[in-house]
């Protein structure tokens, strides 16, 4: 858990899981449904985590471990938060996280037409390592990323 005076980051509950949505709806032409979010809290390998700041949900990621390998499933910053190093802050976050369990590599999906995050994951110095075609809405590539974490 990371703790500063405004800034928390803390393990997700259920009764999180409305404001999660409110964000998730905010950021993605086909949101998760409750569902999704439901099971990603019981899920084993599955780490669901929000960012709080002044006592307001900005942020959430969910991330899985399999052994030496991590997957970033869903990240979205609240619009109002946006812009201001909390993607990146979390994003880093994470990357602590999963060294400290023991992970060499990191890996996600990105939507070939989502420039923030794009730009955000070349900044953190993910590759591009494939694609998968058509695979968001199915119109869109899905770009597959990867950043080794030493
Ligand atoms: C992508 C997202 C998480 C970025 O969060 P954020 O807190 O706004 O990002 P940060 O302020 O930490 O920005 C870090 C870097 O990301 C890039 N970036 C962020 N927003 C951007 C934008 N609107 N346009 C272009 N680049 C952007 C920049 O490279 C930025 O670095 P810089 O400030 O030095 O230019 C946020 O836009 C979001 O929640 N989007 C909707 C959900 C989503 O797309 N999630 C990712 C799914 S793979």
Known sequence: METEPDIRIRPASEQDIERVIDIEKLSFNIPWTIDFFKHELYNPVSFFYIMEIQNKL??????????DESHIANVAVHPGFRKRGYG?????????????????????????MNTAARNLYRKMGFKIVGKRARYYENKYDALILTRELK
């Open 58 to 67: 900005a942020a959430y990621v969910i991330f899985w471990i399999f052994k």
């Open 88 to 112: 990146e802050r979390l994003v880093n976050w994470v990357f602590d996280f999963c060294r400290r369990k023991g992970t060499k590599m990191i890996t996600l999906e990105v939507n070939e």
